[in-house]
């Protein structure tokens, strides 16, 4: 399995599904436009091409992505590192804003060496879930600040979720 991966955001759980939602949207925002290609798109489905760091070089992978609002984000792999992936983001109303989880599993075949290969991909594709995890918190807390400073939502500031499952090195 792949995760779990939880952080408590102190933002509403609409405002976090918005920040990790982002860049399948017509208009994502910049910084993430050279991570995330969307390919084709419906109005809850997308094909995206991801591209990750890994070390000196740039791993690319082709997910489906089904969008639900503002619930949950679910993640299965078309091409990539290994022949099966599937993931999702839950998003839960929680006392001072929202728990975000990442949960997956991943799979590959040619039994002994596929499984070796599989927990390097596992580590490496855990770290860059946590990394953007962080990213979609920072973002989720600074327009939660913004739209609370307006007069609208209440909102605080970020705190990862206590307990082993925070770790994600």
């Known amino acids: 399995p792949l995760g779990p991966i939880e952080m408590n955001v102190a933002a509403l759980r609409e405002i976090v599904f918005d920040a990790a939602a982002a860049p399948y949207g ?3 925002p910049r910084d993430l436009r050279h991570h995330v290609e ?3 798109r419906s109005s809850t ?3 995206a091409a991801h591209r990750t760091q890994v070390g000196r070089d740039v791993a690319v992978t082709l997910e489906g992505v089904v969008l639900q609002r503002p619930e949950r984000i679910e993640f299965r792999l078309v091409r990539g590192p290994v022949p099966h992936v599937v993931e999702q983001f839950v998003f839960h109303e929680v006392d001072g804003g929202t728990r975000f989880t990442y949960t997956g599993e991943l799979g590959t075949d040619l039994w002994g060496p596929g499984r070796a290969w599989g927990d390097r991909v596992a ?3 855990e ?3 946590h990394r953007s995890m962080e990213q979609i918190r920072d973002t989720a807390v ?3 600040r913004s739209r609370s400073s307006r007069g609208a ?3 605080g500031s970020a705190r990862p979720a206590s ?3 925070e770790d994600a090195s």
């Open 45 to 47: 489905m997308v094909l």
């Open 26 to 28: 017509p208009n994502p």
């Open 142 to 144: 600074r327009r939660a």
């Open 123 to 125: 580590a490496v594709w």
């Open 127 to 129: 770290d860059a879930v």
């Open 38 to 40: 969307v390919l084709q």
């Open 163 to 165: 307990g082993p499952s």
């Open 153 to 155: 939502s209440p909102s």
